[in-house]
C-alpha cells in the first residue's frame, strides 16, 4: 500500500512538472468545447435562396415567405426561367432554388395535390441533406395548413395532422449533442494516450528497468500509474458538462452519481487500454500512433459523436460495436440530455463493463509477461 | 561465507547462448568485477542475478536465495544500478529519494536517516530541490547510487556504473563502493574501463557468455609469467610491427596507444636483441620491458579463448 502511494505521488508530481502534457490535459478540453460549441456547428442559417414564381398568386407568396421567415433561407433572386437556374447555381449565386409551378394556388384552394420543385446545389452533400431537410419541414408546414382550410372549407371528413416536435434538443443545436462526444473523446485523449505515453516513456528513459528491480510488483505500479490519470480525466469530464451547462445552457437532466459512474467505467477500460498499448510499444512515437488508430479515431470516427451511425454503410456500422465510445455515447446522451436511469441503457452499459473486463485481463496478461519477460 | 553462489548458469535466447556454463561465487564485502565487451553477456548475467531474467538452466543463489524460484525475494535484497542512472529527470532530487524510498517500503524515521545519508553521500546536501535532469552526471550518477541502497541491500549489482562520467567523478564514485564493501555490503560491478577494475577485489572475464579468467589482478597477471611484455616505442610503429610478427621470439604484437607490444615467447630472450633487428631493418627502436597491464591480460585472455 505504501509502495502504491509512492507510485502515485511520483505520477501526480510528474505530470505537474510535465508542462506540456499538463496544457494537453488541461486546455486542449475547453479549447475542443469552444471550437466545437462555437465554430462547429452543424446548423445551417442564411441559405442563398432564388425563387421562380410562376403563379404569382397569393398562395405562392406565402410558401416563399414561409421559406425567408423561417430564417434559414435568405432570398438573393427572383427568376424569370430555367436557363438562371443554371447560373445562380453555378456561380454559386444560390445554394437553393425555388419553382413554384403556375395554378399552385388554384390547387392549393381545392386541396389538389400539386408540388414545388427544390434545386439545391449537392457539392456539399451534408449542407444539401440539412437543406432539403429544412426544406421539406417548410412546405410539410405550408401543406398541412392549406389541407386544414380546405378541409374546413368543406365540412366532413376527418383532420390529421402531423405534428412534428423534436424531443431533448427541440432546437436542434447540435452543440447539445456534441458535449457528451466530447466527453468521451477527452477521456479517449487522457486516459488511453497519456497512459501509454506515461508507461513508454519509463521504458525509454530506463527507470521502468529500475523499477522492476525494486519489490513493487507490476499491479502496484500500474495502478499507481493509471490512478491519477483516472482521477485527471474524472475531473475533466465533470468540467466539461459543467461549462456546457455555463456556456450553452446544456440541460444536466440525468443524475450526477450516475454520470460520474458511467465515466468511471467508460474509464476503466480506457485506461486498461493504455496499458495494454504501453506494452505493446517500445517506443513514445509508436505507442502514441497506435494510441491514435486504435482509440482516437474510432471514437472520433465510428462512436456516432459526429457521423451518425445509422448512416454508416452496413460493415462499418458492424465496426462500430467494438468501439466502446459508442456505447459510452449512448449512456451520456441518456443521462445528460434525456435525464433517463439506467434501466434505459443497461445494455451499453453492460458493453462498456464487457469491454473493461476484457480489456483489463489482456493487459495484466501481457503485462505480467513483460514484467518478468523471464520464461 | 558466500553471498552470490553461481552454479552452471546459462541463459539463451533462441539458439544464441548469451551466458554459457558461468561457475563462480562472491564473498561477502567483496568488490567483484566483471570485465568483457560489449555483448559479451555480462548485462544478461546481472539481470539473472537481480531475478529480472530466469536462467535457461543452472542456478545462481543471491542472499541465499534461489533467483530462479524466488525472484521476488531476491528483489528485496538487492540494489541495482545501471549506467543510465535511470532517475526521475523531471522530478527533484528530494522527490526522486521520496519516490524510491517508497517502492522500497521505508517510511518515517527510516526514511528520513537514509534521505540525509543519500543526501550526504551524492553530495547534494542543499540542492534537495534541484531538478536532477539537471544535474551534472557525476552527482546524478552519485544520486543514483544513493536511491538504489536507500534500503541498505545487503548486495549491490553496479552495471557499468561509470559510463559518460568525468573522471574526478569517476574516482569519487570508487571511493563510495570501497567504503560501502569495508561496510560488508557486497558488490557486483560490471565495467569496461579496464583501470576500474584494478578497483576490484577480484575480477571475471566474460567472453562471448563464458568465463575466461578469474582471479584477483596479480593472479590475472600470471598469465604473462615467462612471457615478458617489450614496449617498443618506433618512429613507424606499422612497420615496426609488421616486421616483428615475422621474427620467431615474438609471439604476436598489438598496439598500445603509439606504442607496440611484443609478447616474447621466452624470459631469455634479451630486449637489446629484438632492438638491433629493428635497427638493421632501418627502423631506430627503443624497447623494454613493461609489466602486464590489465589491458594486456584482457586482450591475451578474449584471444585465446575466442
Known amino acids: 500500500m505504501r509502495k502504491l502511494a509512492a507510485v502515485v505521488v511520483k505520477e501526480f508530481r510528474q505530470i505537474g512538472r510535465d508542462r506540456r502534457s ?18 462547429l456547428s452543424f446548423d445551417i442559417r442564411n441559405i442563398p435562396l432564388a425563387v421562380e414564381d410562376r403563379d404569382r398568386s397569393s398562395a405562392s407568396r406565402e410558401v416563399v415567405s ?4 423561417s430564417g434559414y433561407f435568405d432570398l438573393v433572386a427572383t427568376i424569370a426561367g430555367e436557363r438562371d437556374i443554371d447560373r445562380l447555381l453555378d456561380e454559386g449565386a444560390a445554394r437553393a432554388v425555388l419553382v413554384i409551378p403556375a395554378g399552385f394556388g388554384r390547387d392549393a384552394r381545392t386541396a389538389t395535390p400539386t408540388s414545388v420543385q427544390l434545386v439545391v446545389n449537392g457539392d456539399n452533400a451534408n449542407t444539401a441533406t440539412t437543406v432539403v431537410g429544412y426544406a421539406v419541414a417548410l412546405i410539410a408546414a405550408v401543406s398541412a395548413r392549406y389541407e386544414v382550410e380546405a378541409r374546413l372549407a368543406s365540412p366532413g371528413g376527418p383532420l390529421l395532422r402531423a405534428e412534428t416536435r423534436v424531443w431533448y434538443n427541440p432546437e436542434l443545436r447540435s452543440t447539445l449533442f456534441l458535449v457528451p462526444g466530447l466527453i468521451a473523446y477527452i477521456a479517449m485523449l487522457t486516459a488511453v494516450v497519456s497512459t501509454a505515453l506515461s508507461i513508454v516513456r519509463e521504458k525509454e528513459a530506463g527507470t521502468l528497468e529500475q523499477v522492476r528491480m525494486s519489490p513493487v510488483g507490476p499491479l502496484a505500479y500500474v495502478v499507481g500509474k493509471t490512478v491519477p490519470y483516472f482521477v485527471v480525466s474524472l475531473a475533466s469530464a465533470v468540467a466539461i458538462v459543467g461549462a456546457a451547462m455555463l456556456l450553452f445552457a446544456l440541460p444536466m437532466r440525468g443524475s450526477w452519481p450516475l454520470l460520474v459512474g458511467s465515466v468511471s467505467l467508460f474509464l476503466v477500460g480506457a485506461l486498461a487500454f493504455g496499458v495494454l498499448i504501453s506494452t505493446v510499444a517500445e517506443t513514445q512515437q509508436v505507442a502514441f500512433q497506435l494510441a491514435v488508430l486504435t482509440s482516437y479515431l474510432p471514437t472520433f470516427m465510428l ?43 443497461w445494455r451499453d452499459l453492460a458493453a462498456l463493463a464487457i469491454f473493461a473486463v476484457v480489456i483489463l485481463s489482456l493487459a495484466s496478461l501481457r503485462l505480467r509477461r513483460e514484467w518478468s519477460a523471464s520464461r | 561465507m558466500n553471498t552470490i553462489e553461481v552454479r552452471h548458469l546459462t541463459r539463451r535466447f533462441g539458439a544464441f547462448v548469451a551466458v554459457d556454463d558461468l561457475t563462480f561465487d562472491v564473498g561477502q564485502g567483496e568488490i567483484f568485477g566483471f570485465l568483457g565487451a560489449n555483448g559479451a553477456g555480462k548485462s544478461t548475467t546481472i539481470r539473472m542475478l537481480c531475478g529480472l531474467l530466469r536462467p535457461s538452466s543452472g542456478t545462481a543463489r543471491v542472499g541465499g536465495i534461489d533467483v530462479g524460484s524466488d525472484p521476488e525475494a531476491v528483489k528485496r535484497r538487492i540494489g541495482y544500478m545501471s549506467q543510465r542512472f535511470s532517475l526521475y529527470e523531471k522530478l527533484t532530487v528530494d522527490q526522486n529519494i521520496a519516490f524510491f524510498g517508497g517502492i522500497y517500503g521505508l517510511s518515517g524515521d527510516r526514511l528520513a536517516a537514509r534521505r540525509a545519508f543519500a543526501l550526504e553521500m551524492a553530495g547534494l546536501r542543499g540542492r534537495e530541490g534541484a531538478l536532477t535532469g539537471e544535474l ?54 560490471t565495467t569496461h574501463y579496464l583501470d576500474e577494475a584494478e578497483h576490484c577485489h577480484r575480477v571475471a572475464i566474460i567472453q562471448a557468455g563464458r568465463l575466461a579468467a578469474l582471479g584477483t589482478v596479480p593472479e590475472l597477471k600470471q598469465v604473462f609469467a615467462g612471457r615478458p611484455i617489450l614496449e617498443i616505442r618506433a618512429p613507424r610503429p606499422v612497420d615496426a610491427m609488421r616486421l616483428l610478427d615475422t621474427l620467431p621470439e615474438v609471439e604476436k604484437t598489438s598496439v598500445f596507444g603509439t606504442a607496440v607490444h611484443a609478447v616474447l615467447r621466452s624470459a631469455e630472450t634479451p630486449p637489446g636483441e629484438v632492438a638491433a633487428r629493428l635497427g638493421s631493418a632501418g627502423i631506430a627502436a627503443e624497447c623494454r620491458v613493461v609489466a602486464p597491464s590489465l589491458e594486456d591480460v584482457f586482450l591475451d585472455v578474449v584471444e585465446r579463448s575466442a
Request: with cysteine; proline share 7%; aromatic share 14%.
Open chain 1, 66 to 69: 414561409a421559406f425567408v421567415n
Open chain 2, 136 to 189: 551534472a552526471a557525476g552527482w546524478r550518477q552519485r544520486l543514483s547510487l544513493g536511491c538504489a541502497i536507500l534500503h541498505e541491500p545487503p548486495i549491490v549489482f553496479l552495471d557499468e556504473p561509470t559510463g559518460g562520467v568525468d573522471p574526478l567523478s569517476r574516482r569519487r564514485f570508487w571511493r563510495l563502493i570501497d567504503e560501502l564493501a569495508r561496510g560488508g555490503t557486497t558488490v557486483l560491478v
Open chain 1, 303 to 345: 462512436s456516432g459523436f459526429i457521423f451518425p451511425i445509422s448512416s454508416m454503410p452496413a460493415a462499418l456500422q458492424l465496426v462500430t460495436y467494438a468501439v466502446p465510445a459508442r456505447y459510452f455515447l449512448t449512456v451520456l446522451r441518456g443521462i445528460v440530455l434525456k435525464g433517463v436511469g439506467a434501466a434505459a441503457f
Open chain 1, 22 to 39: 499538463l496544457l494537453i490535459l488541461l486546455f486542449v478540453p475547453a479549447f475542443f468545447l469552444l471550437i466545437y460549441g462555437y465554430a
